[in-house]
């Protein structure tokens, strides 16, 4: 009998995603809403005072391979946020490329790679993944000018 590792500890500030569930037919109904599927890296990105990190959806820490999503979350003018989003690099079309993101963060340091923000988890030290969806999301959009460097 193979017996598995136990799984690694999460880094401090790491909240797992929620993760999408397969389904055979389109949920109908005005409680549903969908987000475009980015050809990407799903990313967790935490602000803590000067802190940044950027995570995968299992733990890993990226924040040096995407430095340009790192510096925009220092930017921002919070103490602490935690926003969920993907990871992308578009060709000269705005059509994310996986194979360019790829690329882009195996050269750590490349300055291609941003942020699609979709929800935010935690801001100024206040958990909102109990708050719905949509006031989330409008919390996300509201402050336009916070997110521009990073949210697109």
Do not use: N
């Not at 602490?80 to 993907?86: F, K, Q, V, Y």
């Not at 790829?102 to 030290?125: C, K, N, P, T, W």
């Amino acid at each position: 009998m193979l017996s598995r590792s136990p799984s690694p500890a999460r880094p401090a500030g790491f909240i797992a995603p929620c993760l999408p569930t397969l389904a055979c037919t389109v949920p109908d109904g005005p409680q549903w809403v969908y987000e475009i599927q980015h050809d990407g890296f799903r990313f967790i990105c935490r602000r803590d005072g000067d802190r940044a990190c950027v995570f995968s959806q299992h733990g890993l820490d990226w924040t040096d391979g995407v430095p340009l999503i790192a510096e925009a979350l220092r930017s921002l003018p919070v103490w602490s946020a935690t926003l969920d989003g993907e990871g992308v690099v578009c060709d000269e079309r705005g059509v994310s490329d996986f194979d360019r993101l790829r690329s882009a963060v195996s050269r750590r340091g490349s300055r291609q790679a941003f942020l699609f923000a979709f929800d935010l988890l935690e801001l100024d030290g206040r958990d909102l993944r109990r708050q719905a969806w949509h006031k989330r999301r409008a919390a996300l959009a509201r402050p336009a000018s916070i997110w521009s460097a990073m949210a697109r």
